[in-house]
């Protein structure tokens, strides 16, 4: 901090030190994304941006004070994971990480509707988490081999991480359909919202044929899916419901409707300070 | 009334501060300058060096410019920046003008690059070390985690997150103690 104090915030750039951003991210000195390799990386990283603000949410109000930590420190991995995907993404055009997480619209976001499901009650969260984590952990396994090596390192990393996610939402999940009468029906309930939107995941879209080796087919991510969440609901005795599946769109920019609300908190500082730094 | 407890860092550098760095009068210029990078600490874990700690992986020095290579933790980990800033101030501080520090994120950082001597300080300093990720041999599983305090085994976990993304948190199940476990990754 700047050694003099004041009662009154009286400037907008409050600068603590010469902190300045890592420039290279990802280790990729100059290296710049293709527009379609660009596209992809906002894919996944608007996935991991949207999870991470929709679960520091859940800071100081989680059934106990471990888990406002455990989620916390879920959110802050899938934070990293965005900071380096959109800094990628956006060196197509020269913007920066910031410039495509506080200053794109919602028509302009990709996340899947997956990560813009509401937090709703714990069970919710854990049941997003359960399709998020497990579908992050399947990805990032096959990604980290990518013909991209920024991909490929960014995945590398992340795979690690989202198995720790993983384990956190089977335990959570084991853990509330195996508990109370309540906790049970309240863990069915969350399965039966969340699960309509686990089918937009695995959509092949056009730009997956244009970007070849360097991204994972998404269909091809449904078996491993679907193998890893198998033996979690038998054991908890829940069941995958199939009564509907949404239409999603997150990839060409059609959102659910709780988007604008989460990016109009997000976004509000940045855009209402453009360049302050503190 | 004016206070006079240590800051918390002060608390620590009094009690444990990370493993000193000798300089031979001889050594050459890139020496000088990973000795320089090498003294930098994480903030979060002050008895660790960025070298003990196998953040620091590589510094070069090429007409001049010193390149100072760090990778971070978890890809999360806030310290990465305080990290960077330190590292230029402190290559700077032993005389080079021109400091660059990059940051790479492959390969993927992994416990198994925390030094003996950074394991021992970790233990010293109440945090329970990294027991190893690599397989020990045909049977696999995690090792029990050793309380830093009375070294008993009979420990548990109580969250699989504790107080950073790299730390679990435990209990002794023999003394009674809380404490953090540096989590295998």
């Not at chain 1, 380096?84 to 060196?91: E, H, I, K, V």
């Not at chain 2, 969250?159 to 540096?182: I, M, N, Q, V, W």
């Amino acid at each position: 901090m700047t050694g003099t104090r004041s009662h009154a915030v009286r400037a907008v750039h409050i600068s603590v030190d010469e902190v300045e951003l890592a420039a290279e991210l990802a280790g990729d000195e100059g290296r710049t994304a293709a527009p379609d390799i660009a596209e992809y990386a906002l894919w996944l990283g608007d996935d991991a941006l949207i999870l991470a603000q929709q679960l520091g949410a859940w800071i100081a109000h989680a059934p106990e004070l471990e888990e406002d930590v455990a989620l916390a420190n879920i959110a802050l991995d899938l934070l990293g994971h965005a900071r380096s995907l959109l800094r990628y993404a956006g060196t197509a055009d020269g913007r920066t990480e910031d410039d495509l997480a506080y200053f794109r619209d919602e028509p302009d976001f990709r996340c899947a509707w997956l990560f813009e499901q509401p937090n709703g009650d714990f069970a919710h969260t854990i049941a997003r988490q359960l399709a998020a984590s497990t579908y992050l952990s399947v990805l990032y396994e096959r990604l980290q081999h990518s013909s991209d090596p920024v991909l490929a390192a960014v995945a590398g990393k992340a795979v690690k991480e989202v198995a720790y996610h993983r384990d956190h939402a089977v335990q959570w999940t084991l853990r509330l359909a195996g508990g109370t009468d309540e906790s049970r029906r309240r863990m069915i309930t969350a399965i039966d919202d969340v699960w309509p939107y686990v089918d937009e995941l695995f959509g092949d879209e056009p730009l997956i044929d244009r970007v070849g080796d360097a991204a994972v087919r998404p269909s091809t991510l449904r078996a491993p899916f679907d193998e890893l969440v198998a033996p979690v609901l038998a054991e908890s005795e829940l069941e995958a419901p199939t009564r509907f599946t949404a239409s999603g769109g997150g990839r060409r920019g059609a959102h659910f409707p709780t988007l604008g609300y989460l990016l109009a908190e997000m976004q509000v500082l940045a855009r209402a300070h453009p360049g302050a730094t503190w | 009334m004016r206070s006079v407890m240590p800051t918390r860092t002060e608390a620590l550098e009094a009690v444990l501060g990370p493993a000193p760095v000798v300089v031979p009068a001889d050594a050459t210029g890139v020496e000088r300058a990973r000795a320089a990078a090498s003294t930098v600490c994480d903030p979060e874990l002050p008895v660790l060096s960025i070298a003990d700690l196998g953040v620091l992986r590589d510094v070069r020095l090429d007409d001049g410019v010193v390149t100072v290579t760090v990778t971070p933790t978890y890809s999360g980990c806030p310290m990465m920046q305080v990290i960077e800033r330190d590292v230029a101030r402190a290559v700077r501080a032993a005389g080079f003008a021109d400091v660059r520090v990059r940051t790479v994120l492959s390969p993927a950082w992994t416990t198994d690059w925390i030094s003996d001597d950074g394991r021992r300080r970790l233990e010293e300093f109440g945090i329970a070390p990294p027991t190893g990720t690599r397989p020990l041999g045909p049977i696999q599983g995690g090792l029990h985690v050793r309380c830093p305090h009375c070294r008993s085994l009979n420990t548990r976990e109580i969250s699989h997150y504790g107080s950073t993304a790299c730390k679990a948190l435990y209990a002794c199940r023999a003394c009674g103690e809380p404490f953090d476990f540096f989590k295998d990754h």
